[in-house]
Structure formats: C-alpha cells, structure tokens
C-alpha cells in the first residue's frame, strides 16, 4: 500500500505537469551575461527538440545553476514527463526542497529511490528532508540506508548525529561523534558537531577547547549531484577573484582584460587586473589600469587599496603610507587600513606612530590576531613589555602566525618577571626558532632571572 | 487510509497543471478565494495609514537601501491606544534637508490613523533604520530613539504628541550605522539605559560592486566589507543626558553585522541579557554580570550558531517561552536557503532544536527580517509571523519586484512544534513585498495582536486581526515608577500551565513593539493567578484576573 501511494503520489506530481503549454523562458534582459547565454543555448535546443527530455532536462540544469529554481522545477517536470532518467527525480527533489514544498521533496526522491534503491545519496536527501520534516526516526533510518549502501557517505553519518541531537539524546551523539572523527579525520565539520554536541550537553569546558573553523561537510560520492556543477554560473567577477587566489593570475586577466573591452567592468575590476599585472610581474600595466580608475573615481577605497598593496609589495613604503593616509581621509573607519598603515610605520621605523595606528585599528576592529601581534611587537621593540604581553597573548591565543609573536611572547613574560610562563610556553611549543631554543636554553640554565 | 491520503495529494498535485510558467507571477497570488478564512486583513489605507517608504534607490547598489525599514507603535499622549511612527530612509546620498521626513500618525482610539508629523518635532530625516522607545526621563510617557545610517536621534516626548531632539545634548547619537535598539535599565539603577546594535562601518568611498545569479549586478553583503561594528551600550545618567559606556560593560567587543536585539533575562536572575542577531558573523549574547559590565557568551551557551556550527545571516530574533518552561526562547530569522534557528533555553544553555518545530522547510526559500510569537488566536499557544523579502532576488517572482516574497504565518500547535497558516502570510490576497520591520501589537484595542509590517520601497500593510478565535485573551499593562517596567516578568497561572511573558518592546527587527503584554488564555475565562517578578528580582500577586479585558498591574498595589 505504501509503495501504491508513493506510485501516485509521483505520478501526479509529473502527470499534472505532462501536458503543460510549452515553457516560456525568463527574458534576457532580467539576467546577467553569463546566464542569458546559457538560458538562450538551453532554449534553441528545447525548441529544436521539444519532445527530448534530455534537452528538457539540461535546460532545467541550466536554470538551476542560475539560480532560477522555479524555471527549473517546471522543466524538470516536463522531462521527467517524457521518460527522463532517474536523476531527474533526483533534481526535483532538490528544487522542491530549496523551494520549501517538503512534501514534493519526499515524493520525489521516494520515487528516484524505486526507481534507483542502491543510490546511496537519495537515501540521505530522504533523511535531510524527513529531518527538516521533524520526523527523527524516519530522518535516522534513512540515513542509517544510505550509510549500509556506502559506509564512507559521512553526510548520512553526520545526520545521524544531528537526528540525536536533535532527539536530546547528546550522549550517543558524542559516542557516534568519536568514531567518526577518527575514521573521518580529514572532516573538520565533524569537530563542529562535536564542539555543538559538547555544549548541548553542558560540557561547555571541552567544547571550548575544540576551536575550529567551519567548514562544509561534502556530504559523498554522488555523481547525479556532480552531473549539475557544469551548469553552476559565476561571474567573471567571481570567476577571476577565484583564479586570483588559485594561481591563475594569466587566466584571470585574460578573462577581466575581455570583459572590460567588451563594455562591461566596474572599478572592482580595474583593482583586480591591476593585481593581476602585478602577479604577473606587470606593476607598469597595474600602475597604468590604476591610474585609469582612479582618474574616474579618485576615491575609490577599492582601487586606492589596491594601490597601497602594490606600493607595499614594491617596497615603496612612503608611497604607499601616502596612499593609505589618503584612504583614511575618506574612510577613517577603516580598521583594515589603520593597520596596514601601522605595519608601513613599523617598517618605517617609526614605531610610536606605528602603535597609535595599530591601537586605531584594533579600536575599530579586534578580530585579527594578526594585527594584536603587530601591536604586540611594536610594544615589545619599545621595550613595553608589560603593554605588549596582553596583546601578544591574545595573538596566540587568537591563532596569530607571525614570526616573532611567541619569541617576543617569551621575552615579554621574562621581563615582566614571569620566567616559569616563559619557559612552560616555549617548552610546549612545537618547532622553535632559533632565538626561543636559545631562551629556553637559557631558561632552563637559570641564567635567566626567574 | 495512507492510498486515501496519496489521492488527497493527487488533488495537491494536480494543482501544479496551474503552475506558474517560468517568469511569470507565483500563482498563489492570483488564487482563489481561500479555505480558511484569513487571519489578518491588511488596512492601512483604510484606517489612514498612509506611509511609502522608499529606500532611495536610483541604478547604483548602494548597501544601507538593502535592509533598511522600520517602525515603532508606541502610546505618544498617554491616551490608552497606539500611535505609529515610520522610519523613513529616503536616498543614501542625499543631503538630509532633501530627504522625505519620518512621519508620525495619531490613533483615534479605534485603530483609524491620521498623519500628526507637522509641528510635531519627529520628522528626523537621517537615513532611517528603524526605532525605539521608553521612558528615558521617567516623566511617564514614552520617547522615542531613532536609528539612522548617520547619527541616530532621541526625540524627547513633551506630551500631547509634541517631540524634542535631545541626540546633541543627550549624547545617543552614535554616529554609527545603527539598525535595531532598545531601551532596558541594565544596571537596576532604575533608570533605562539603551542599547544600540549597529551593523559595519559603511561609507560610499568604500562601497564596492557584487554580482549574483541571476541577474548580475546587485547588493553586496556584509562580508564583502568585512567591517562589522561593535554595539553601543549608553548609560542613562539621568536628566536625559546619557554616558558612552560600551567599553567598560564589554559590549564593545567582539564587533558584529549587528542587526536584531531582543532584551532577556536568559538565567532568570532578574538582571536583562542582551541578545544580538548579527549578519554573517556570530551571534551576540550579552550576559549581565550584576555589576554594569556584561560577558559575551554566545559560543558557551551555544546560539552563536545554528547546530550544525553554521554562522547565518541572522536580521530579526523572536523571543517566547515557547516549551512554557518559564524560561524564553529565541528565534533567529535568516536569509534564503539558512532556515530559521529556534534556540531552546535550557536555564542559559541553548539547544537548536528547529528541526521539531516545522519551521525549517517553509522557512528554507524566504529572508525573514521582522519576526514576533504572539497567540494571535487566543487558544493559549504562541504562534509565529515572520515579514520576509530578499535581498538577492527570489526563488520565485512575485510580481515586478525581484526582492519580494510573501510573509509567513505559523500556529503554535504546543510542545514547540507549528504548523503554517493558510492562506500564507493569513492574508488574502496574498501579500507580497520586500519587507523588513514587523511591528507587533494591539492597535484597535480588541484584544488581539495586530502587525504594522514596514516594505521596503513600497506602502507599509497594517494587518487587522481577525482570525478566528479560539479562546479568552488577556491584556496587562504592567507599570512601576509611573512607567512600562520593562524587563518585568509575568506569570499567569491557567490549571496547571504557567504562561510567561516579558514586559518589552525591542524584538522582531527595527521595531519598537507595544509594551503591553498580550496572551491567550484557550477555553479558560480567566487566570487562576498573575504574578509580577519585577526587575531586580521583587515579586508580587495580583491574584486571579478576569479575560476578555484589559487590566494595568501597578507595582505595590498586589500582594507580596
């Protein structure tokens, strides 16, 4: 009887669909470059071929990874009408789900686990939505399937967890937790759970000790989801900061050079071809794209930036002081430049000015454990030492990286008549320079006044 | 049965042959008449509230058009009903004096409106955020504070309707980007203080340019600045003049995209905690340390975060002792694909627990701002408005603007759990704007909870209650000092259950709430018994008390 109703319940779902007038597409106008030509490829071949469900199906990908969900779902639909493979049950679950129809949610990824019982990732849709449904034995057999049919699908593991905890039942989570943490060492997500389960059952102590930057948890194997990532658009915008970051300064200005001559373009890309150029050992075509930019918009906080770093990364520290100072004429509220300003200033040996810029900065934002070393340090080179600890322990504290803070750290609490924290602090540390070996040694020695 | 139900689905599903082509408007706007009737009706024109807010967008994204809309109902002359006061914005980089002022409208008694802002000292013409208020001078009426993009303003009630701005010589103007505030007196001196929740440290010279699917260009969000800003929190030092003391009382750090503020007692010691909604960076939870200064604990008592450790857009917080525990919950309302967060309150530890209360699918496509637990059908159970609207675009349209989404209307059905109300939003037709602010209360003096829900770029909906009821209601004024004691606790006796209220107005988002405490009381006509905690820790009786009408609990006239 279950299955009977599962059956109807999916095919009403394509059946009421099946019959629908032909889609009509959004109009160009509403969506950017890169999706309009996409949407347009999508719809000369469904008019070509208006009865393939595979190019329904594309155009539905294609809508999805336009973030056009509702676009998607009807063509999803229509294919699925016309015989479309299991996955796009698959996809219309997902849609439905985004879209917030929980219950089409479940009816279609029932009906691509009839069709498909041994795909694992269905399995573990199926418990997000019964989850999210509140249904915590459902969500938790689920799951439990996904993981008999691939044991290395942690997404369905970690729903587990949360169908525990979610039940009040933080104990078995915990103990779930544990083995999977250590079978799945290289998902730091599962610490987070670990650090929510620690403090759902008042265990607040341990939970803080488990500092840990979120992360996504890529749930497993699931090549229907896999089939969707050629179709995800990005902006040049979004495509040249990531090949920024990645290495693919060439590709990168290759792809902003061809968007700026086409028309399109913004001062965010004139700053970001210009470090482009720079990355790629240009800094005259970096200076001239500037230039350009800042002959438009001499106040752009964005390009000028751009232009202190580049100043900064050439050595060219009063320049870009200079520059900074004229950020901050315009925007005095920027933290992040009040303490590029005081790290110029420390370079420049000009350390009492260095620390009125590095405590600006600090005032108007703390979260960097960077920016409370450089204080630190500034307080120490002055001989502060006293002024400077806090902030260097906060550093450390904070997970700050650079060289010198655990050093200046060390010294800081010998010469604040501290030599026993001096030495517990260098004598746990991993990997010391060559200066804290040396006032450990000391230390150790006693030759250090305690 | 279960085949009957399938066939149930199959009429659901049916419906889908009606679905919207791609492009075209959701069809539940153009739907039929509903099955159930509405639970609200909007009837703003009708009752003469007439407010347009506009954001001031003209092509160029600048970031404060994006999440600006707020509003305040408030009791400006002491007449007994709610007054309204719209927070305009009005043009990011227009000069004040060229920007449309706030505007100010008079309740008649009966829940009709007309504009009374001429003469009366409240059109502030910063580029508005949202409002609050509170008697800051303890002259027994209310002021108001207004939030700006540009220095914020108090405007000291002179009575019959009449405002002064005091910002300069009361030291409240922060001159940050302020979103929500609240007045609550944080040290017990008496006096109330005012908290100020500010979001980053933004200037056009640092504005920048974002691009999302699907349409290209539009707004950046908080983390392409990366500039949160610490709160505020201004010490009342009497004669309205107000002390800077955010360093001293630890709110000043760590900052936040501050943007929703619910004023609690978390631990039940009688002192106000402060909880914080920040926008892409952890929440804030100002726990009172007895002594002026405050401890931000949110990673300890565990809502700096969603349970599965995901740090979401969080715009608006709802509060309630929704598990009647007798201690209050939270509720933090998110942006699209980041389901609300339902934080239950384990006596200052919190356990997300949205996943039982049917909030996390229908939530999942919207970006809720304004958000407040009320029993809006008096059967005895809190139930849950959320004022929605993106600030990318959509997953589906709603009509020209690509921001724009239905609000959401949930019924508590007990035991945390909620079902959603139809038609969606309780409104019919449906309603579909980018709305922000949700200003929760009784505005015709019926007895229940209506909503003046603030729209970004379009008319404010004034939502009349008329759902069907379901039981008795009560409403109290709870009052000490001549003035709204704000942070008392009341506790309402029914059988065996124990409702809990708070005496406050800062919750939802942008909003100054009415300070009056509402509650259904199901099939029973009247309470068994009404006890006041009042702030500090003092407890009173007012006994048993009749429903269906409203009654003003004045401090040391119950038994103690």
Known sequence: MKRASRWLLSSALVLACAHAASVEFPTSGALSPELEAAVAAARTRVEAEPESAEAWLVAGMTFEGGDLLSQAEVCYRRALALGAPPQAWYRLSVMAWKLGDLPAAVAAIQRAIELVPSYAPSHWRLGTYLFDQGDFPGAESAHRRATELDPRFVGAWAGIALVYMASDRSQEALALLADLRARFPEHAHLVVLTRTALTEAGRREEAERLRVAWTPLPPGLDPWQAELRPYLQKSVMDRARELLGSGGAAEAVRLLEGWLADGGGDRNACAYLAWGYFLLGRPGDARATLESALAKDPDSVLVLGMLANLQEASQELPAALATCERILAVDPRNGALQAQRGRILTRLKRPEEALVALGAALELDGRAPEVWAEYGLAQCALQRWAEGLPALERALRDGAKSAGTRAALARAYVETGRADEARALLEGAPGLARDEQALLEELRQGSVPR | ?560
Not at chain 2, 7 to 14: D, E, H, P, S
Not at chain 2, 283 to 306: T, V, W, Y
Not at chain 2, 343 to 352: H, K, L, Q, S
């Open chain 2, 1 to 560: 049965m279960r085949l009957a139900a399938a066939l149930g689905a199959l009429g659901l599903f049916c419906a889908c042959g009606q679905e919207p082509l791609p492009g075209s408007p959701d069809a539940s706007t153009t739907a039929a008449t509903p099955a159930t009737p509405p639970w609200f009706v909007e009837e703003a024109a009708a009752r003469g509230l007439l407010f347009e807010h506009r954001s001031g967008h003209a092509g160029r994204y600048l970031f404060p058009e994006v999440v600006c809309g707020g509003g305040a109902l408030f009791d400006m002359d002491e007449d007994g009903d709610l007054d309204a006061y719209l927070v305009q914005s009005d043009g990011v980089l227009r000069a004040r004096a060229e920007r449309a002022p706030n505007r100010l409208f008079r309740n008649a008694g009966d829940g009709t409106f007309a504009d009374a802002s001429a003469g009366s000292g409240t059109e502030d013409r910063g580029y508005g955020m949202g409002a609050a208020t509170g008697d800051a001078d303890d002259d027994g009426d209310q002021e108001l504070y207004v939030t700006n993009l540009d220095g914020n303003a108090l405007l000291r009630n002179d009575g019959g309707g009449r405002f002064q701005d005091v910002s300069a010589s009361a030291g409240t103007t922060v001159g940050l980007w302020s979103s929500s505030a609240g007045f609550l007196d944080h040290d017990l001196d008496g006096d109330l203080d005012l908290y100020v929740v500010n979001y980053l440290h933004w200037s056009e010279a640092f504005e920048r340019t974002c691009y999302a699917k699907p349409h290209g260009e539009t707004y950046c969000g908080p983390s392409s600045y990366d500039r949160p800003a610490a709160d505020t929190l201004l010490r009342n030092d009497g004669g309205l003049r107000f002390t800077d003391v955010s360093r001293e009382a630890g709110v000043a750090e760590p900052p936040g995209n501050g943007l929703g503020i619910a004023c609690l007692d978390v631990d039940l010691d009688g002192w106000p905690d402060v909880f914080v909604a920040n926008d892409a960076s952890p929440n804030h939870l100002f726990m009172n340390q007895r002594d002026g200064r405050f401890l931000e604990s949110s990673q300890a008592a565990g809502c700096h975060a969603d349970q599965d450790g995901m740090v979401k857009a969080g715009m608006g917080v709802g509060v309630g002792d929704v598990d009647e525990d007798g201690d209050e919950d939270l509720l933090v309302v998110n942006m699209q694909n980041e389901p609300d967060s339902y934080f239950r309150n384990e006596r200052a530890r919190f356990v997300d627990r949205t996943a039982g209360t049917g909030f996390k699918a229908i939530t999942r496509p919207m970006t809720r701002f304004g958000v407040g637990f009320h029993d809006f059908d008096h059967d005895g159970l809190l139930d849950l408005y959320e004022a929605d609207g993106n600030i990318l675009h959509s997953y589906k349209s709603f009509g020209p603007d690509p921001f724009a989404e239905p609000n959401l209307l949930f019924r508590g059905l007990g035991g945390g759990r909620f079902a959603e109300v139809e038609p969606r939003g309780g409104t019919h037709p449906l309603l579909a704007h980018t709305s922000r602010a949700a200003v929760f209360g009784d505005v015709d003096l019926d007895g229940d909870v209506d909503i003046l829900v603030v729209n970004k770029d379009g008319p404010a909906d004034l939502l009349v209650n008329r759902a069907e009821k379901r039981g008795h209601w009560l409403v109290l004024r709870v009052v000490e000092r001549g003035r709204d004691a704000l942070g008392a606790t009341v506790e309402v006796r029914i059988g065996a259950r124990t409702l809990v209220r708070i005496v406050r107005g800062a919750y939802s988002y942008c909003a100054a709430n009415d300070l009056r405490v509402h509650l259904g009381l199901g099939e029973a006509a009247a309470a068994d018994e009404v006890r006041v905690r009042w702030p500090g820790g003092a407890e009173e009786s007012f006994g048993a008390l009749a429903g269906d009408r409203a009654w003003t609990l004045t401090r040391g006239a119950g038994a103690r």
